[in-house]
């Protein structure tokens, strides 16, 4: 895995342009920097291709600046093309096979899974890290809750990272902690939210009283 001195824990943050209160992917991305944070995904399902690609080459050169993770969800081709430092695919795309060898090796591969099966194979065929969840219903995915027992499972059973995410809030965020998570992903409260910094700290705050 490339970058593999990129801690996978804390916040993990993901853009997606339709819950981001008004502002573009790009300006979302440059307030998720200011607040500090390490870890961005780039998540579009709806725009065009060059859409895509315009917006992950202006976020590159800012996470690329910063010394931010960039992770392009789905979009091998687009990652490669920006040289993101990681792509994540869903159990529906490409096979993880099949993307370890086009990256080969150039960046890391993350896999959302929704069951123990799918993190063990997850494991198995090499992924670097798995997405748990969703571990609540929410609106940016129309999957069914996983709930936290899964959860359970992964941080018992996987040695790899794991991202929790999926209706982490500011009033459950600590449950999942103490479930085991070390890195969590919170979407609407921290993107859509009108002072994304004030947002973040927030969050750190309460990361602060579980670690």
């Keep these: 895995m490339k970058n593999n001195n990129i801690p996978l824990e804390g916040l993990y943050c ?12 790009v300006e979302t991305a440059s307030e998720l920097i200011k607040a500090g944070v ?8 709806d725009k065009s291709r060059r859409g895509k690609y315009l917006d992950c080459v202006k976020i590159r050169e800012l996470t690329k600046t910063a010394g931010v993770c960039f992770i392009v969800n789905d979009d ?40 123990p099966k799918e993190a063990l194979d ?31 499972f992964v941080a018992k059973n996987i040695k ?24 969590v992903s919170l979407i609407t409260e921290i993107v859509s939210f009108p002072d994304i910094s004030e947002r973040v700290n927030k969050v750190r705050k309460i990361l602060s009283t579980i670690w």
Excluded: W
């Design 14 to 25: 993901i853009i997606t342009e339709q819950f981001c209160g008004g502002r573009t992917a």
């Design 38 to 45: 390490k870890i961005i995904q780039y998540r579009e399902k």
């Design 76 to 115: 091998v081709d687009i990652a490669l093309a920006v040289k993101a430092d990681g792509v994540h695919i869903g159990q529906d795309d490409m096979p993880l096979e099949a993307v370890r060898t086009l990256v080969e090796g150039k960046m890391m591969i993350g896999l959302s899974t929704t069951c």
């Design 122 to 152: 997850g494991v198995a065929k090499g992924a670097d890290y798995i997405g748990v969840g969703p571990i609540y219903p929410t609106q940016t995915k129309a999957s069914v809750a996983v709930g936290l027992e899964y959860l359970d």
């Design 160 to 183: 790899i990272p794991f991202v929790a995410i999926g209706g982490i809030k500011l009033h459950n965020l600590d449950e999942v902690l103490r479930h085991g998570a070390r890195c």
